[in-house]
T-cell receptor
Framework: DSGVTQTPKHLITATGQRVTLRCSPR?????VYWYQQSLDQGLQFLIQ???????AKGNILERFSAQQFPDLHSELNLSSLELGDSALYFC?????????????FGPGTRLTVT | AQKITQTQPGMFVQEKEAVTLDCTYD???????LFWYKQPSSGEMIFLIY??????QNATEGRYSLNFQKARKSANLVISASQLGDSAMYFC???????????????FGTGTRLTIIP
């Protein structure tokens, strides 16, 4: 158990809908990262927050947004969902921001868009 | 160009044997970190080992060691005395230094599926 929690574990929804994925980092970790794992794209970085502020952005679609709250939990919002958004979405956290800090991953949310 | 290359899509290894999973990387940064993660069939990503670009010694964590050859830009994972529970996907990842407020992401390779045979 990494100490990172994600809810829900599974999510099935229809095209065009909007969903919210939630992540609670390990106690004391200030950085939260979101990744998408799909069969065709592999593991891709989406976005990072550090202590409530956006720190880095990857290939995140405009239909996707995220935020980190004062209690450090984070939410990833996916809207106008398409079939291609079906993937495993991971949240990870690290104690600080920098090259040497390992990221601990949550169990993931498996999103299926039908 | 791929930043992280894992050339072995799949490997089969006899139980109790040692196994080496290959990883090469590409970066122009002087400061970077290399990571290995394990993803069992259940889906979670488990952190295994870390190597910093300035670390002079190869990293070790229990049965895991990282064979770091900086000049060749390779960071191979060695698992000693493999066990059935080692069957999983293994991902090599890199974090580049960049500025203080950027490049925080991990870039992953495509992974190697390791199967341990009893």
């Amino acid at each position: 158990d990494s100490g990172v929690t994600q809810t829900p574990k599974h999510l099935i929804t229809a095209t065009g809908q909007r969903v919210t994925l939630r992540c609670s980092p390990r106690s004391g970790d200030l950085s939260v990262y979101w990744y998408q794992q799909s069969l065709d794209q592999g593991l891709q970085f989406l976005i990072q927050y550090y202590n409530g502020e956006e720190r880095a952005k990857g290939n995140i679609l405009e239909r996707f947004s995220a935020q980190q709250f004062p209690d450090l939990h984070s939410e990833l919002n996916l809207s106008s969902l398409e079939l291609g958004d079906s993937a495993l979405y991971f949240c990870a956290s690290s104690v600080d921001s920098g090259v040497r800090y390992e990221q601990y991953f949550g169990p993931g949310t498996r999103l299926t868009v039908t | 160009a791929q930043k992280i290359t894992q050339t072995q899509p799949g490997m089969f290894v006899q139980e109790k044997e040692a196994v080496t999973l290959d990883c090469t990387y590409d970066t122009s940064d002087q400061s970077y970190g290399l990571f290995w993660y394990k993803q069992p069939s259940s889906g979670e990503m488990i952190f295994l080992i870390y190597q910093g670009s300035y670390d002079e010694q190869n990293a070790t964590e229990g049965r895991y060691s990282l064979n770091f050859q900086k000049a060749r830009k390779s960071a191979n994972l060695v698992i000693s005395a493999s066990q059935l529970g080692d069957s999983a996907m293994y991902f090599c990842a890199m974090r580049e230094g960049g500025t203080n407020f950027g490049n925080e992401k991990l870039t992953f390779g495509t992974g190697t599926r390791l199967t341990i045979i009893p």
